[in-house]
C-alpha cells in the first residue's frame, strides 16, 4: 500500500479522501471484515471455573479426609464432607462467575474510540467498529487505531512506533509514495500502525487493515489476555495467611496429640485435626478481596470513576493531595466569550452557552458589529484558526472539538459569521498545531492570490511576536505604549477570572518554502484580545469541602493566566491568606529542593508547562504525601505516570494519557475524582470489615476446640460442625458485608498510610477478644446442657453448634463498625447482610431440624426454652460491643484501646 499514491489508495478502497465511506457502507463492511479487535484468550467457562474450585490444597485435604473416612468405612462422615466440598465449590463458583461478569462489563465500558470522518461528517465512535477504507483522524496523544496510509498529514506529523518496530525515537511521517519494493517496516513513512501513538502534529489516513490482518495482529496473535493482577492487599493477606498456617499447625497438632493421649479413636482425632485445620486457615480471603474489589470497581463506574488497575482502588483510600486541571474539572469546559477588545475598544457580549445569540455592547450601548472592521476580521481570524465545528443538534447547539475554539466560532456566529462561509473565502492549507511550549496556533489559508497566517495564543507571549497592529481597518507600528495598553487591558480581564486569547495575522504574497513556527509566526499583525469565563462547576465547591475534612489538599495546575487562576481558586475556596500562586517561570527558579520547601504553600500553578507538572508530583512526593494527578494532553502522560493515582480525562484526555493511568474520569470532573477517593475509603473499608469478620470468627471456632482439648472436656463440636460452619455459615455474611454502605463520616477521617498493615495490632487484639467471647459463649452452651441440664452429649453439641453459628452470624452486625452503635447505623440499611444472614441461619437450623441431615450431623431438635437460652448467649457477643460502643459515645473518647486515633473502622 505504501507504493499507492494517494488517489490509488482511494480508488483502491473506493473511498473518498474528504468525505470517507458513507455510513451504510460501513455497516456493510463492518459485517464482511469483522470487528477491529485483536483476538481474545477466551474467558474460563462456567466448568473451568466451578473445576477450579477444587485446586486449592485444603480442598484436597478435606477430599483426603472424606477418602480416609471411607476407608475406615466412616461413610456418614466421608459423605457429609464431600457434600460440604462440593456445596463449597457452588459457593465459590457463583461468587468467581459474578466477579468475572462484573470485571468483562468493566472491559467494555473501557474500550477505545476513534475519530472516523463518514459521509462528510466528523464523528467518534468505538475503534472496534473502523473498517477498511475508513478515513480516520489522528492529532498528538491519539493510538492509531488501525493499519493506514496517509492523505494528509501537517508538516510536523510524527508517530511514536516504538511498541511495533523498536524504533525510540518518533518517527516524521509524509504522504508521498513511496516506490522502492520490500521496505522494512520502520522506514515506510506515509503509513501508520496500529498499537502506535501520535507524537505531534495531525493527520489523515485511509485504513488499510483491521484487526487480525493488521501488522501488530501478525506479530502479536493472541496477545491480549485477561489481566488477574494482585493488589497489594491481597499480597498482605497472603503474607498474614501464611503465619496462620503457621500457628495453625502447631495448635492441630497439640489438638491431635491432646485427644489422642486421652484415648480418642485415630479417625475422630484425625477428622477433628482436618477440620480445625480447614477453620484456621483463611483460604478464602484473597478470592473474597477479589470480588470486593470487582463489585467496588463497577459500582464507581456509576459515579463515573473506571478503574484501570485494581491496586489503585487501595492507593484511592491514601490520597492526600489531588492535583488537578482547572478547564473541564474544576469548570463546567463550556467557554463563553464575554468581553473583545478591538480596534481601541472594549465590547461586553452577552449570551451564555454555545447558542449563537447575544448582543455587542459598549458601555451598556448596542452596537451593529458589522459597523466595525478591525472586530470583524479579528472574529474571522477566530473562525478561519479553529479546528472545531459548531453545530446544532435537537438538545441545543454544542461543539465538535476544542471549548475554547467554540467560544471563538459562537462569538463570531453573534455577528453572522459562519465557518463554512468563510472557509469557502479561505481554503486551508496546512496547519501549525497548538502545543504547550509555545501556546500558539497557526492556520494558513489562501485568499486568491495572496496566503493569510492566522494565529492565536497567549497574550503575553503572542505579543511579542507582533510588529504591527490594526485599527480602523489600518495596519500601523505596534508601539511600546499600545503594548502596555493591551497588557493593561489583558491583566483586567484575567483580574476577572477571565481566560484571554489573543489573535493576529500575516499575509504572504508568496508562501515560505519552510512553513514552521520560527518562520510563520514572527512580525505578525495584531488584531484584538477575547476574554472568556468557563464558569466552575456549583457542585466542585462541595467536593472542595469535602476534600478539606478528609485531610485531602486541592492544588490547581493550569496554563491559564495566573490572575484568572486564583480567582478561580478562591471562588472554589482552597487558595485560602497566606497562600502563594506560582507562574511557570517563577517554578524554573527554583531547585527541586526548594520547591519542595515551598510546595506545601502553593495550591495554585499558572502557565506551566508538561515539565513543571513533573516536578510538582515529585516535590509533593518527596515529603511523603500520596498524590493524585490529573492530566489529559499527551505530554502529561510522564506526570500522571509518575503520580501514586494518574487520573485521565475520559472526555478530553489522549489515548497515551488514558493508557498510563489508573484511573479515568468519564465526565472529566473534579467531583468525580473526590467520589472516586471516597469510594476506594469505603471499599477499603468493606474489605477490612469481612477480613475481621472473618478471622475473628476462626479464631472462635479454634478456641472452642483448643480449650476444650486443654481442660479435658468431651469434644463440644464434631468435625462436620466446624466444616459447615466455616465453609457454609461464614461465607454469605463475609461477602454481604463488601457492600457494605459507605460510612457516612469517611471523608471526616484522615487518609490511612499505605504502609498501614491490614490487620493493626489494635485489630488483632480486638479479633482475639472477641473471638474469644464467640468461644466462651458456645462453651457455656455446652457445659450448661451437658453438666447442669444432663441432656446428653448430642444435645450439648447441638447446642454448642447453633450458638457458635448464631453469635457469629450476630457478630457480622458488629463488624459493620467498631465505632458507631448498630442501632444508629440502621439493623437493615444493609439488606444484603440481612439476607446473607437469614439464609445461613435457615442452613444452620436445616442441619438441625431436618431428618437426613439430623442423621448426617448427629444433632437433636430445640425446644423453645433451648431457643430462649440460644437466642440469649448468641446474642452476647452483639450486646457486648453495643455497650462499649456506647460508652465510647458517651465519653467522645477517639483514642480508647479499641479504636485507632482516627476512631475508624478497624
Known amino acids: 500500500m505504501y507504493a499507492k499514491t494517494v488517489d490509488e489508495t482511494v480508488a483502491a478502497f473506493k473511498t473518498d479522501a474528504a468525505q470517507g465511506l458513507a455510513q451504510d457502507e460501513a455497516r456493510e463492511r463492518l459485517s464482511r471484515y469483522g470487528a477491529n479487535q485483536l483476538k481474545e484468550e477466551k474467558p474460563p467457562s462456567p466448568f473451568e471455573l466451578f473445576f477450579e474450585q477444587f485446586k486449592d490444597f485444603i480442598i484436597w485435604v478435606l477430599i483426603g479426609a472424606a477418602v480416609v473416612s471411607g ?53 467518534v465512535i468505538p475503534s472496534v467498529d473502523i473498517v477498511p477504507g475508513d478515513l480516520i483522524e489522528a492529532e498528538a496523544g491519539d493510538n492509531i487505531p488501525a493499519d493506514g496510509r496517509l492523505v494528509w498529514a501537517t508538516a510536523n506529523f510524527s508517530v511514536q512506533e516504538a511498541s511495533l518496530t523498536g524504533e525510540s525515537t518518533p518517527v516524521m511521517k509524509a504522504i508521498t509514495a513511496l516506490r522502492e519494493k520490500d521496505i522494512p517496516l520502520a522506514d515506510r513513512a506515509n503509513m501508520v500502525y496500529m498499537g502506535t501513538s501520535v507524537s505531534a502534529g495531525k493527520a489523515r489516513a485511509i485504513v488499510a487493515e483491521t484487526g487480525m490482518n493488521t501488522e501488530l495482529g501478525k506479530i502479536a496473535g493472541m496477545v491480549q489476555s485477561i489481566d488477574h493482577e494482585s493488589t497489594p492487599l491481597q499480597k498482605k493477606l497472603e503474607e498474614f495467611g501464611k503465619w496462620i498456617v503457621y500457628a495453625c499447625f502447631i495448635l492441630v497438632g497439640m489438638v491431635f496429640l491432646l485427644e489422642w493421649l486421652r484415648g480418642g479413636k485415630i479417625i475422630d482425632v484425625f477428622l477433628t485435626a482436618v477440620s480445625l485445620a480447614v477453620a484456621a486457615i483463611p483460604e478464602g480471603l484473597p478470592a473474597v478481596v477479589t470480588i470486593a474489589l470487582a463489585l467496588g470497581v463497577h459500582r464507581m463506574v456509576k459515579r463515573h470513576a473506571l478503574i484501570r488497575k485494581l491496586p489503585s482502588v487501595e492507593t484511592l483510600g491514601c490520597a492526600t493531595v489531588i492535583c488537578s486541571d482547572k478547564t473541564g474539572t474544576l469548570s463546567k469546559n463550556e467557554m463563553t466569550v464575554q468581553a473583545v477588545v478591538s480596534g481601541g475598544n472594549l465590547f461586553q457580549v452577552s449570551g451564555v452557552g454555545y447558542s449563537p445569540e447575544g448582543d455587542f455592547t459598549i458601555n451598556n450601548e448596542k452596537k451593529d458589529p458589522r459597523d466595525f472592521p478591525d472586530l470583524g476580521t479579528m472574529l474571522a481570524a477566530g473562525v478561519l484558526c479553529n479546528a472545531s465545528e459548531l453545530v446544532e443538534s435537537p438538545g441545543g447547539y454544542k461543539i465538535i472539538g476544542d471549548p475554547t475554539e467554540g467560544a471563538l466560532l459562537t462569538l463570531a456566529a453573534k455577528a453572522g459569521l459562519t465557518k463554512n462561509k468563510l472557509e469557502a473565502a479561505y481554503p486551508f492549507l496546512t496547519e501549525i498545531p497548538f502545543d504547550s511550549e509555545r501556546k500558539k496556533m497557526t492556520v494558513i489559508r489562501r485568499h486568491e492570490n495572496r496566503y493569510t497566517a492566522f494565529v492565536k495564543g497567549a497574550p503575553d507571549i503572542l505579543l511579542h511576536n507582533c510588529s504591527r497592529i490594526e485599527k480602523n481597518g489600518i495596519v500601523e507600528e505596534l508601539t511600546e505604549t499600545a503594548k502596555d495598553s493591551i497588557q493593561k487591558a489583558n491583566n483586567e480581564l484575567t483580574g476577572r477570572a477571565m481566560r484571554v486569547l489573543a489573535l493576529a495575522y500575516r499575509r504572504f504574497d508568496t508562501l515560505p518554502e519552510v512553513q514552521d513556527s520560527a518562520t510563520i509566526e514572527q512580525d505578525l499583525t495584531f488584531l484584538g484580545l477575547a476574554a472568556m469565563i468557563d464558569p466552575p462547576r456549583e457542585e466542585v465547591k462541595d467536593a472542595i469541602k469535602e476534600c478539606n475534612s478528609a485531610g485531602i489538599r486541592t492544588v490547581m495546575i493550569t496554563g491559564d493566566h495566573k490572575n484568572t487562576a486564583v480567582a478561580i481558586a478562591r471562588h472554589l475556596g482552597f487558595f485560602p491568606e497566606g497562600s502563594a500562586a506560582l507562574t511557570g517561570e517563577e517554578l524554573d527558579a527554583l531547585n527541586d529542593e526548594e520547591l519542595a520547601a515551598r510546595v506545601e504553600s502553593i495550591p495554585v500553578y499558572a502557565r506551566v508547562s508538561p515539565e513543571h507538572k513533573l516536578r510538582i508530583v515529585r516535590a509533593w512526593r518527596s515529603r511523603g504525601e500520596v498524590v493524585a494527578m490529573t492530566g489529559d494532553g499527551v505530554n502529561d502522560a510522564p506526570a500522571v505516570k509518575e503520580a501514586d493515582i494518574g487520573v485521565a480525562m475520559g472526555i478530553t484526555g489522549t489515548d497515551v494519557t488514558k493508557e498510563v493511568s489508573d484511573m479515568v474520569v468519564t465526565d472529566d470532573n473534579f467531583a468525580s475524582i473526590v467520589a472516586a477517593v471516597e469510594e476506594g475509603r469505603g471499599i477499603y473499608d468493606n474489605i477490612k470489615k469481612f477480613v475481621h469478620y472473618l478471622l475473628s470468627c476462626n479464631v472462635g471456632e479454634i478456641m472452642v476446640m483448643f480449650v476444650a482439648s486443654l481442660i479435658g472436656m468431651p469434644v463440644p463440636l464434631l468435625p462436620i460442625h466446624i466444616l459447615w460452619v466455616n465453609l457454609v455459615t461464614d461465607g454469605l455474611p463475609a461477602l454481604a458485608l463488601g457492600v457494605d454502605p459507605v460510612d457516612p463520616y469517611i471523608m471526616k477521617r484522615r487518609p490511612r498510610s499505605p504502609h498501614e498493615p491490614v490487620v493493626t495490632k489494635e485489630m488483632a487484639i480486638i479479633m482475639l477478644l472477641q473471638g474469644a467471647f464467640i468461644a466462651l459463649c458456645s462453651l457455656g452452651a455446652f457445659c450448661l446442657v451437658y453438666y447442669i441440664e444432663e441432656e446428653g452429649i448430642a444435645r450439648a453439641r447441638t447446642a454448642a453448634f447453633v450458638v457458635l453459628s448464631c453469635s457469629q452470624l450476630f457478630h457480622a452486625f458488629n463488624c459493620r463498625s467498631m465505632k458507631v452503635s448498630l442501632f444508629r447505623l440502621g439493623v437493615v440499611t444493609n439488606p444484603q447482610l440481612v439476607v446473607a444472614t437469614g439464609i445461613s441461619f435457615l442452613l444452620s437450623m436445616m442441619v438441625v431440624y431436618v431428618p437426613f441431615f439430623k442423621t448426617v450431623f448427629k444433632t437433636e431438635p430445640l425446644g423453645l426454652a433451648d431457643w430462649v437460652l440460644v437466642v440469649g448467649i448468641s446474642s452476647l457477643p452483639l450486646w457486648a460491643m453495643e455497650v462499649i460502643k456506647l460508652f465510647h459515645q458517651s465519653k467522645n473518647s477517639p483514642t480508647l484501646p479499641l479504636f485507632n486515633k482516627e476512631g475508624d473502622n478497624t
Open 71 to 123: 476407608f475406615l468405612q466412616e461413610w456418614v462422615d466421608a459423605l457429609a464432607i464431600i457434600a460440604i466440598v462440593i456445596l463449597n465449590a457452588v459457593l465459590g463458583f457463583v461468587q468467581e462467575y459474578r466477579a468475572e461478569k462484573s470485571l468483562a462489563a468493566l472491559r467494555k465500558l473501557s474500550s477505545p474510540q476513534s475519530k472516523v470522518i463518514r459521509g462528510g461528517s466528523r464523528m
